[in-house]
């Protein structure tokens, strides 16, 4: 059984919608990976689980559950928010309040959901500090957030999502404002916890090199809407939508082309609102005269694509 | 001939912290002696760890921080003699996130057109230089009256070089410009700036955790490492054959995308060292895989051969 199970996901203003129709389901200790297109609607999925939408906003489902308990029902979510459920935010400034110590914050994560004493809270505090690396935790637990480096917030951040031992985490581009030393090593923390405490992860990234070692499966999404779901040998060995396809040719390889070379992109720009059609078509290479009704999510090989030509 | 940009011996720091026993804590040197400089129509990039001082190193030549010590010289004539806003046209930045960058209640004409307002240039021209510059990067009349919001994040960084560049600067400096954006995205604006160079004859710095772009994009990079320059080149030999064991590090850990590969076992391990107590001898050596006595207590200089400079003693 799926630890979570998420069908016909919408989030959308009152004009607009912004996420259509998103499944997604994920096992204990699995990681899928969320990539695609600046502005697709990756982070608003994950607020919609979450039930942090800003103002303006509305979630609405056909399923949401995790592990048997209705994501629908704001009491509930609110419950395990945090304790069975942590998230990492992109940018750990706005998720640490500034004017309390990292200790303060951390303890108070634990001692919400946990009751439990100061003592038991900064013992955990200490431990979790030493397992992201972060060394001299004392000291650390003392300071503010912003005597902190970049890459020890992040850690720090994450720490502070691991306090509460969750079953889900869901980390929305937790290593893009890192060196590629650092982002290895938290990468490689959140694999062994993986590996000792069945910790379920959902990745949103744009760094297809990190998705591509990261995930067991990988959900590609565009205008809105999952375009592509399937293993990660499949979406990065033989994408079957075209968007993945052309999403792929434009990573740049070290050392694979001479220097001023220009890189390669997708032309054109993702549509803002919702066009009649498949949303990709304007920019698809492989576009025809069926693409003018919008496909659904089929089934392919070893996953699903949203094209008519994908098989 | 003199480089646009020579920066000589930079020292920057931050204070520390103040108040109750805190009061006389040393101050945190962010940039340690650092010397570079910036040709005409050149890409430098700086690549480092997060907390290097990268970003420290780009508002000082931004003028926006008052070194400690040493020098920072445009055209020859050092940037302390010049008035801020004659240094605000000649050298501009891009921030790395266009959402906090742009005044979100302005419209694109008028966050674009606000370098020239400032610099009283008449309404009717004003409106004729920004719809130009909207063409060249890519936008159009239907984006003048749109709002930060109503605009994706490439739109967005589009937006923020065309207000870097309206007053024709010499030297853009770009703090990470594309790292929130998809790769497509990340071409079409890194293409944009190339282009632009070209056409403009423009000198990036480009801050950058993506070593392909920078390889693709720098005719040099310095590699930093917590406050200096450990390795100085350019960019594809540095990166085809790292010299110094910090560059070999980044190297390694550098990913493509391969789902048949794990991640990277080889890492710094250790500690991001403490600037409020820095280690001795070479700053990296708590975490090289290779130091040696010597590298404990004498710190290396950089040292040039065949065009490439290294700080270490191996
Ligand atoms: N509060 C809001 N009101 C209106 N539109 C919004 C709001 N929040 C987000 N959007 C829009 O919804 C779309 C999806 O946003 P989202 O932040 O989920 O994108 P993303 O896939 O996470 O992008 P990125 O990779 O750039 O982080 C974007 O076009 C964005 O401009
Ligand atoms: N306002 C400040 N007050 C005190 N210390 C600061 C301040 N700003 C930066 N620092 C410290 O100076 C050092 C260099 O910071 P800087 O922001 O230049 O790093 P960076 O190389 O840009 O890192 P990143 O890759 O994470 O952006 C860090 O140790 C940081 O903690
Ligand atoms: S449905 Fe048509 S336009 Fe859409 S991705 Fe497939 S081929 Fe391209
Ligand atoms: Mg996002
Ligand atoms: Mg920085």
Not at chain 2, 213 to 237: Q, S, W
Request: hydrophobic share 45%.
């Amino acid at each position: 059984m799926s630890l979570l199970d998420i069908g016909g996901l919408w989030v959308e203003t009152a004009q607009l919608p912004l996420v259509r129709d998103v499944d997604l389901s994920l096992a204990r200790g699995e990681t899928l990976c969320l990539a695609g297109e600046s502005g697709s609607g990756k982070s608003l999925t994950a607020l919609a689980l979450m039930d942090l939408l800003g103002p303006g906003l509305r979630r609405r489902a056909t399923r949401a559950r995790f592990d048997g308990i209705d994501l629908l029902d704001r009491g509930a979510t609110q419950r395990l928010r945090g304790s069975r459920i942590a998230m990492i935010f992109q940018e750990p400034m706005t998720a640490l309040n500034p004017v309390f110590t990292i200790g303060t914050q951390l303890e108070a994560v634990y001692r919400r959901h946990r009751g439990g004493g100061r003592a038991e809270a900064r013992r955990r505090a200490l431990h979790l500090l030493e397992r992201v690396g972060i060394g001299a935790p004392e000291r650390r637990l003392a300071q503010f957030p912003h005597e902190l480096s970049g890459g020890l917030r992040q850690r720090a951040m994450i720490a502070m999502a691991l306090m509460c031992q969750p079953d889900l985490l869901i980390a929305d581009e937790p290593t893009t404002a890192l060196d590629v030393t650092v982002q290895a090593e938290i990468l490689r923390l959140l694999e062994d916890l993986q590996r000792e405490l069945g910790l379920a992860l959902i990745l949103i990234t744009h760094d297809l090199g990190v998705a591509s070692r990261m995930a067991d499966r990988c959900a590609v999404m565009y205008a809105g809407e999952i375009v592509e779901n399937a293993d990660r040998a499949t979406v990065f060995r033989a994408p079957r939508h075209p968007y993945t396809q052309a999403l792929l040719r434009c990573i740049p390889i070290l050392g694979s082309a001479a220097p001023g070379t220009p890189l390669l992109d997708i032309p054109g720009v993702m549509p803002s609102g919702v066009e009649a059609g498949c949303a990709f078509r304007a920019r698809c290479t492989s576009a025809a005269a069926e693409c003018t009704t919008a496909p659904p999510l089929r089934p392919v090989e070893r996953g699903s694509a949203r094209c008519w030509f994908a098989s | 001939m003199t480089p646009l940009l020579e920066i000589e011996d930079l020292v920057c720091r931050y204070p520390g912290r103040r108040g109750g026993f805190f009061r006389h804590a040393r101050p945190i040197h962010a940039i340690n002696g650092v010397s570079l400089s910036v040709g005409e129509g050149e890409v430098v990039a700086l690549v480092g760890e997060s907390g290097c001082g990268k970003s420290t190193l780009a508002r000082a030549m931004l003028g926006l921080l008052k070194p400690a010590a040493g020098a920072i010289r445009l055209d020859g004539t050092p940037l302390a003699a010049m008035t801020r806003r004659e240094l605000a046209r000649r050298i501009l930045p891009v921030f790395q996130d266009p959402y906090s960058s742009l005044n979100p209640s302005k419209t694109v004409e008028s966050i674009v057109g606000l370098p020239l307002r400032l610099n009283r240039v008449p309404a009717e021209e004003r409106r004729r230089i920004v719809r130009a510059m909207l063409m060249r990067v890519g936008l159009s009349e239907r984006h003048l009256a749109r709002r930060p919001h109503q605009l994706s994040g490439g739109q967005r960084q589009r937006v923020a070089i065309a207000r870097a560049l309206i007053m024709e600067p010499k030297l853009v400096v770009c703090d990470e410009p594309t790292s929130s954006l998809d790769v497509s995205v990340q071409a079409q604006i890194l293409n944009l700036l190339m282009q632009l160079r070209r056409e403009l004859r423009l000198s990036y710095v480009l801050i950058s955790h993506n070593l392909a772009v920078v390889e693709r994009l720098a005719d040099r990079v310095a590699i930093m490492y917590f406050g200096r320059i450990v390795e100085e080149g350019p960019a594809a030999a540095v990166f085809a054959r790292p010299r110094h064991p910090y560059t070999q590090a980044l190297r390694s850990a550098a990913l493509s995308p391969d789902p048949d590969q794990p991640l990277p076992s080889a890492g710094l391990g250790g500690e991001v060292p403490d600037p409020a107590a820095p280690p001795s001898g070479c700053a990296f050596h708590p975490r090289c895989p290779h130091a040696m006595d010597r590298c404990r207590v004498e710190t290396p200089d950089l040292r040039e051969v065949n065009g490439i400079a290294v700080a270490c003693h191996l």
